[in-house]
T-cell receptor, first 114, second 115 residues
């Protein structure tokens, strides 16, 4: 059973379109993370989110990205104007408890930008 | 900068044999955490094993164990009695409290288990 669920599993979009990727925790956790994995490359940190606020973001996480937890449950990653290079797997992860505890990943969303 | 290096892009092993995947890291921190994640063809990221730097004892999880050499900044994964289902990409990852608890990943090692 996944620690978090992610929807959609696969999203195809046109360049310049906005996409919203969703992450739904199974239980009520405070720490969430988004990572990106371009095909054939390493997994890269995008942003961490704690207690409904961004706690840290990478240099990849520029103005076209945003995260929020609109209803206190779903955790979303929005890409405002997609580029070809945004094509990747996007993983949501949650912390198992304390700040330094293990991160468990969702199944990922495969984003394809045409 | 915190870095993780996996020097073996690909490895193969016969079913039922043992294989060791290498990982080295660089940090000036003293308190940190190391992980191995498995990514099968489904691309799900699955935790294999975790090691706290302050613990001298090497972590084990069934057929998976680590050789943690803190002074050498080395964290290798040993898989015993390899099974076909172990075929996957394996990522070594690292995090610290002062680094914001974000995971820093190595480039990965593709492991193929042959029957």
């Amino acid at each position: 059973e996944p620690e978090v669920t992610q929807t959609p599993s696969h999203q195809v979009t046109q360049m310049g379109q906005e996409v919203i990727l969703r992450c739904v925790p199974i239980s009520n956790h405070l720490y969430f993370y988004w990572y990106r994995q371009i095909l054939g490359q390493k997994v890269e940190f995008l942003v961490s989110f704690y207690n409904n606020e961004i706690s840290e973001k990478s240099e990849i996480f520029d103005d076209q990205f945003s995260v929020e937890r609109p209803d206190g449950s779903n955790f979303t990653l929005k890409i405002r104007s997609t580029k070809l290079e945004d094509s990747a797997m996007y993983f949501c992860a949650r912390n198992s408890g304390g700040y330094t505890d293990t991160q468990y990943f969702g199944p990922g969303t495969r984003l394809t930008v045409l | 900068a915190q870095t993780v290096t996996q020097s073996q892009p690909e490895m193969s092993v016969q079913e039922a044999e043992t294989v060791t995947l290498s990982c080295t890291y660089d940090t000036s921190e003293n308190n940190y955490y190391l992980f191995w994640y498995k990514q099968p063809p489904s691309r799900q990221m699955i935790l294999v094993i975790r090691q706290e730097a302050y613990k001298q004892q090497n972590a084990t999880e069934n057929r998976f164990s680590v050789n943690f050499q803190k002074a050498a900044k080395s964290f290798s994964l040993k898989i015993s009695d390899s099974q076909l289902g172990d075929t996957a990409m394996y990522f070594c990852a690292f995090t610290t409290v002062t680094y914001g608890n974000k995971l820093v990943f190595g480039a990965g090692t593709i492991l193929r288990v042959k029957s």
